[in-house]
């Protein structure tokens, strides 16, 4: 115990340090200044856009940017859906996999470019190297850089610039950031033991006599962008819970590091565009001391165990079902808390076996979707709430609303209202329905409380675009795979166009000077309302499923009934 809680205190001191010198790094690739690739990149780059017919300095208003990022998304799903329906006769296929059933395809498929990655297959038993590698870790890249290029355009908005070209982020967040990470990351988890072989299954001969066949791959390449780009699915079923994906503590460090460093990062990122690191400081420091608070709310649910159990055998014990033991309980509640956080959704451990209020915390981290955030997205949904939190005291306190100087008016607030009010609507909508016929489509592998946490964590991994889920459910199904894509989809691209129109609208309005009056949103009172108020809209949105959910089944297990 006291080393998995080492290693968290160290895993914390190491993103401190890092942030503001890759939040530095993240703020040069996108304001154009130099970097140390520029040698590299810069040639690829202007072949890249060339070849495309895209000039960099064509700045895109906010529909210009919808419209790419749309049309640019299509292409892809179409491409990698007939990359993986025709995988049997493409290279890489050592095991002969044919096409999966059409719906669990269209769910891949839709899943991974929306950057969700929820996975109703077993990665070992379903796709080949190829699809694996040419088809998902491609969407890998492209879905990450996506998210990364809509949270700067909408970083760059609220500073008073334009919103840039979609083509140019997508393609320097690619060059500049995740591909040189992810070749690093790669080669550390290499030397860690994690595989990266075209070879097929291995057959090894157990000491009874029999035959075991061990699934293996391309697996270092996949993980590295996996955790970097907030993607989260796994070459395999049981995901960083293999020792193919995740062999040992070293290899653990490394992956919730790249978890967590691009989400806390571009926050300091914003402070150098806004020029203003005090606020970025304040802000990195609400949503770390919350996530702290998680982290303890999850490891004290671990450490108590099961009250039924250890009542019945006499025990007093930490709740070890469903850990991967080379980890232990207290890793894996960090990492299922660092997993929702970020919006990842990789599993080193099975969230359907954590305590109540583990089950909580990562809800809560699904429904709020800031702490830390997904790639890029994350990020402007905390300021969202920060412009709502102007809004609000800005009428409690008589004065006109404004944001980094500029107005916030109907407009702004109407958009706001979209990107939080259609994250409830997408979840618990589908979860009503779900519920209501418990025995045709939820798949509900526990009665009570425990299975309506079950189907809500469901629709809220896909509307928050994590992927994680309670695995106990049943979702392997045709009201599974064609349900949720529409938490998927909504839940990416309803909230991007909102954020990119409120943007584009900000980066218009004439700045106001700065008088006595004005709200100044660099301050520990401020950040503190904005704390308040975020997580009060988050608790009061979602507090009926949660006390339906973890919250009755914890007290009933306190209970002992």
């Known amino acids: 115990m006291g080393q998995g809680f080492l290693q968290i205190g160290l895993t914390l001191c190491i993103v401190i340090a890092i942030t503001p010198l890759f939040g530095k790094y993240i703020a040069r690739v996108f304001l ?16 890249m856009f060339v070849f495309a017919g895209v000039r960099r300095k064509d700045d895109m208003t906010g529909w210009e940017y919808i419209r790419a990022i749309l049309c640019c998304n299509t292409v892809m799903a179409i491409s990698v859906y007939f990359l993986i329906y025709f995988q049997r006769l493409l290279p890489w296929n050592p095991n002969s996999f044919g096409a999966p059933n059409w719906d669990v395809l269209l769910h891949t498929t839709i899943s991974f470019v929306t950057n969700t990655d929820q996975q109703h297959y077993v990665g070992e038993t379903t796709l080949s190297y190829f699809s694996q590698v040419a088809a998902l870790g491609f969407l ?12 700067i355009a909408f970083i760059r908005g609220l500073t008073g610039r334009r919103l840039g070209n979609f083509y140019v982020d997508l393609v320097r967040g690619i060059t500049r950031i995740l591909l040189p990470i992810s070749i690093i990351g790669a080669i550390a988890l290499l030397v860690a033991g994690v595989p990266q072989t075209l070879a097929g299954t291995m057959d090894v001969q157990t000491l009874e006599g029999g035959t075991q066949y061990l699934a293996r791959g391309p697996v270092a390449s996949f993980e590295a962008i996996k955790l970097l780009g907030e993607n989260g699915g796994g070459f395999f079923g049981v995901n960083s819970a293999h020792p193919f994906e995740n062999p040992n503590g070293a290899s653990n460090l490394i992956e919730m590091l790249a978890m967590i460093s691009i989400p806390a990062a571009l926050i300091y990122t914003y402070g150098i565009f806004a020029n203003n690191i005090k606020q970025a400081w304040l802000l990195f420091w609400m949503v770390f001391v919350i996530f702290v608070i998680l982290v303890g709310v999850t490891a004290v649910g671990e450490l108590q165990g099961n009250p039924l159990v250890n009542t019945a055998f006499g025990l007093e014990q930490p709740n070890l079902e469903g850990k991967e033991v080379r980890f232990g309980w207290v890793q894996t509640a960090f990492w299922a808390v660092m997993t929702t956080a970020t919006m990842s959704g990789a599993v080193n451990g099975m969230h359907d076996s954590l305590m109540p209020q583990g089950i909580f915390s990562t809800l809560f981290n699904l429904f709020i979707q800031v702490i830390w955030g997904g790639q890029g997205t994350g990020t402007a949904y905390l ?3 920060l412009i709502l939190t102007v809004f609000l005291t800005g009428l409690m306190a008589g004065r006109t609303p404004e944001f980094l100087g500029r107005k916030i008016e109907k407009r702004e607030i109407v958009l706001a209202s979209v990107v939080l009010l259609i994250h409830p609507i997408l ?14 489509l939820s798949g509900i592998s526990n009665a009570g409380y425990h299975g ?17 889920g309670l695995e106990g459910l049943g979702d392997n199904t045709l009201w599974w795979n064609l349900s949720t894509l529409v938490s998927l989809i909504g839940g990416r691209y309803i909230p991007m166009i909102a954020i990119l129109l409120l943007a584009d609208g900000m980066s218009r309005k004439q ?34 499923v949660l006390a339906l959910g973890p919250i009755a089944e914890g007290l009933k297990l306190a209970s002992g009934s």
Do not use: C, H, K, W
Not at 32 to 47: A, C, H, K, Q, V
Not at 432 to 438: F, G, K, N, T, V
């Open 427 to 440: 979840i618990l909508i589908p979860s009503a329905i779900a519920l209501a016929y418990p025995i045709s």
């Open 383 to 385: 300021f969202i709430y």
């Open 32 to 47: 154009g200044e130099r970097t140390l690739l520029d040698f590299l990149m810069n040639p690829i780059e202007r072949s």
């Open 140 to 151: 890998m890249f492209t879905s990450a850089a996506t998210g990364l290029a809509v949270g």
């Open 452 to 468: 309506i946490s079950q189907v809500v964590y469901e629709y809220a991994s896909a509307a928050a675009n994590n992927g994680s």
């Open 511 to 544: 700045p106001v000077q700065e008088t006595p009056a004005t709200l100044r949103t660099d301050s520990l009172v401020f950040t503190g309302i904005a704390a308040g108020v975020t997580l009060v809209l988050g608790v009061l949105t979602f507090f009926p």
